[in-house]
């Protein structure tokens, strides 16, 4: 079993800043990519940015220059710190960790899913 606990969502007015948080805990063996995806009313879920386990990351057109994803490999914690934020930036944001794990002796591996947090970027 393995448990995503997000945080730091809310409002904020145009141009503020927000930084999310994703803690992963359980039966973890290690953790390869994490990430950030969003999904706005009416819209399709969409990938916002993701880093792996070397620290190489990854960002929609949409956000770079204005997010940063970083990871804390010891606490089995995501970040996306978002700076510059536009009322088009507001969505529910999941984060998705994909986990390896001993199954029977053998290792497993699957991806999870937090239950996202409302941002709400409007003056």
């Known amino acids: 079993q393995v448990q995503l606990v997000e945080s730091g969502g809310g409002l904020v007015q145009p141009g503020g800043s927000l930084r999310l948080s994703c803690a992963a805990s359980?039966?973890?063996?290690?953790?390869?990519?994490m990430g950030w995806y969003r999904q706005a009313p009416g819209k399709q879920r969409e990938l916002v940015a993701a880093?792996?386990?070397?620290?190489?990351?990854n960002y929609a057109d949409s956000v770079k220059g204005r997010f940063t994803i970083s990871r804390d490999n010891a606490k089995n914690t995501v970040y996306l710190q978002m700076n510059s934020l536009k009322p088009a930036d507001t969505a529910v944001y999941y984060c998705?960790?994909?986990?390896?794990?001993?199954?029977?002796?053998?290792?497993?591996?699957?991806?999870?899913w937090g239950t996202g947090t409302l941002v709400t970027v409007s003056s």
């Open positions: 880093i792996t386990s070397g620290g190489s990351t």
């Open positions: 998705t960790v994909a986990i390896v794990y001993i199954k029977s002796a053998v290792l497993a591996a699957m991806d999870y």
């Open positions: 359980g039966s973890i063996f290690s953790i390869n990519a």
